[in-house]
């Protein structure tokens, strides 16, 4: 088609639509009339007409960003052949005559609106799994682990564990003897489903913690804060009760998502599970309320079996309020002491008080001494 065409449209408006015929390679800058139909035109030569009916949006390039402008295709043209629009009354005039971009708009904006509230109920589904759906996956998940598989994954812990405090566990004779006894006092009330070791360990820190499989650390430097070894056996016996509820491989799990998981199925977890460990539970994690809770009626149940008050562990976590700026890990990060824990612990003191069955102390001065002095 070659005839001579007059632009409907003012001298002004003839550079505002740019158009690609598809065949070559060239942007031509183009006049566009509307008679039967959407005839587009160079220097008054027709080049092309659109029926109204084939006129669609065509999809800008990714590498383009939104700026206005209108762009087209036609279904009976060249794949490639395509209309640009940047001036908004010839916009507006392309809008009137070519009444399916108007449905085909409302359905692309109504594709958009579905891809968003999609992706909006994708993204809740997806912070709901973490912080409800994992966690509960967790607490049915951990009483399932096998035994031998956690106490791997305690050795592993352990080795790194030794690592960041050098290896510099305290090793004087008499407080090592000081500490079995101790220990053994407190698995003797506590009955726990597997044995525990305990460790004291040459740090300043002030802090405590156990590892999945039955190890405990004991830090020097919360050692050296305690004024009675009814505050020291009460944090022994809080660690013991994590232990005992698996409390650390359930965090674990719930921290670690599919990645630990996939690691449990296989049996691998002396790589990635171990450090996802060190990382979010060791390092800078804390319980729950309902752990730390568990723990602290555990810690409680151990020391009124034993005759001993169990509020003194609170007394000494709360001596090192205050402190956590003279080290990353305080008991007080990992172990925080709500009012309602305070609580508790008071009144399972009262009830102790109650009963009159106070029992002797778990340790003689001499040994109590000893222990204090473990790491001279």
């Not at 009339?33 to 109204?52: H, K, M, N, Q, R």
């Not at 449990?264 to 319980?287: R, Y």
Request: glycine letters at 10%.
């Amino acid at each position: 088609m070659t005839r001579s065409l007059e632009p409907e449209l003012g001298p002004d408006e003839a550079g505002d639509a740019i158009y690609f015929d598809g065949r070559v390679s060239r942007k031509r800058r183009v006049t566009l009339s509307f008679g039967p139909a959407l005839e587009i035109g160079e220097d008054g030569v027709l080049l092309t007409a659109w029926a109204y009916g084939d006129v669609r949006w065509q999809e800008a390039p990714k590498s383009v960003a939104p700026t206005g402008v209108m762009r087209l295709r036609a279904v009976s043209a060249p794949d490639t052949a395509r209309l640009e629009v940047g001036d908004p009354a010839l916009q507006q005039q392309i809008a009137i005559h070519c009444r399916l971009l108007a449905g085909e708009k409302n359905a692309r904006d109504r594709s958009t609106l579905s891809i968003v509230a999609w992706s909006l109920a994708a993204t809740a589904s997806i912070v709901g799994l973490v912080w409800f759906g994992i966690p509960i996956l967790a607490d049915r998940l951990a009483p399932l682990i096998p035994v031998s598989w956690e106490k791997r994954l305690g050795e592993v812990a352990d080795n790194q564990a030794r690592a960041m405090f050098e290896g510099k566990s305290c090793k004087g004779r008499e407080g090592v003897a000081a500490l079995l006894k101790l220990s053994q006092a407190l698995q003797r009330a506590a009955h726990p489903r597997l044995p525990a070791t305990i460790v004291v360990i040459a740090s300043k820190v002030p802090n405590a913690f156990a590892l999945p499989g039955g190890k405990v650390y004991l830090l020097s430097g919360l050692l050296a804060k305690a004024q009675t070894q009814d505050e020291v056996a009460g944090v022994l016996a809080h660690e013991l009760g994590h232990v005992e509820h698996r409390d650390h491989l359930r965090k674990m799990i719930a921290d670690g998502g599919a990645a630990y998981l996939i690691g449990l199925l296989f049996g691998d977890i002396t790589g990635g599970g171990a450090m996802i460990f060190i990382g979010n539970t060791l390092f800078s994690a804390a319980h729950s309320r309902e752990a730390e809770a568990g723990a602290d009626a555990f810690a409680a149940r151990t020391m009124t079996t034993l005759g001993r008050p169990a509020s003194p562990m609170g007394a000494l976590l709360l001596r090192v309020t205050g402190k956590e700026e003279d080290g990353l890990f305080t008991i007080l990060h990992d172990h925080p002491l709500s009012e309602d824990r305070l609580a508790q612990l008071a009144a399972a003191d009262r009830r102790f008080a109650e009963s009159g069955a106070t029992g002797p102390a778990l340790l003689t001065n001499e040994e109590w001494t000893a222990l204090k002095a473990i790491c001279d």
